[in-house]
């Protein structure tokens, strides 16, 4: 969330922005699945990411990027982020598009700029969109199945699994139906009630204004 919406505020005011932000979502027209293909063979230890390595005489050239945890761990979410950026750089623009002219103006009158003018005025005026934002991201998040299944399967062993994945291997794997289902249950449960803690509190804020 948080490089979406510098991309988006880094872009908003570039003559040419939509091309800028044009690299940024490219990855989310892709699926997750081809994702997961193209930076597993990145990341394989004769991948590209260790022959640069090794071709630019860096150390670490013969890392196992996949293979070790919690390192296939950050590896995944690196992956699963540069996907996601795209569609929440998307929702900021529209955020920042639907913002009045009249309080921006009447800050620049009273010589609020730069940090403070996004701090005080552009941030709270973009809360609601924030809530959508948030809110997409968190189930995302939570049933991020396709680019862990191709890129470690959960493994080594089930050291880098989500509960989306738990929840797969446990029904149509290893046939333990009760706990793959109670797997579901929890993560419907889990999404559920950050969903409405959240929301819930973005509503007695604006009540509260």
């Not at 955020?95 to 941030?123: C, N, T, Y």
């Amino acid at each position: 969330m948080g490089l979406g919406l510098l991309v988006a505020v880094l872009s908003y005011d570039l003559k040419r922005g939509a091309w800028f932000r044009l690299p940024f979502l490219l990855p989310y027209a892709m699926s997750g699945a081809g994702l997961g293909v193209i930076w597993g063979f990145i990341l394989q230890p004769d991948g590209m990411a260790n022959q640069i390595l090794t071709l630019f005489g860096m150390p670490g050239g013969d890392t196992a990027f996949l293979q070790d945890g919690p390192r296939n761990t950050v590896a995944m979410i690196v992956v699963w982020t540069w996907q996601q950026l795209g569609v929440n750089m998307l929702l900021f623009v529209v955020g920042l598009q639907s913002i009045p002219k009249g309080p921006i103006e009447a800050a620049r009158i009273d010589g609020a700029s730069g940090w403070a003018m996004f701090r005080h005025v552009i941030w709270p005026l973009m809360r609601p969109i924030t809530t959508v934002v948030f809110g997409l991201a968190l189930v995302a998040g939570l049933k991020n199945f396709d680019i862990v299944w191709v890129m470690t399967q959960g493994g080594p062993g089930r050291s880098s699994e989500t509960l989306a994945v738990t929840m797969y291997r446990d029904v149509f794997v290893a046939n333990e139906y009760g706990y793959g289902s109670a797997v579901a249950v929890l993560l419907t449960t889990v999404t559920g009630l950050a969903s409405y803690v959240y929301l819930r509190r973005q509503v007695s804020r604006e009540e509260t204004r």
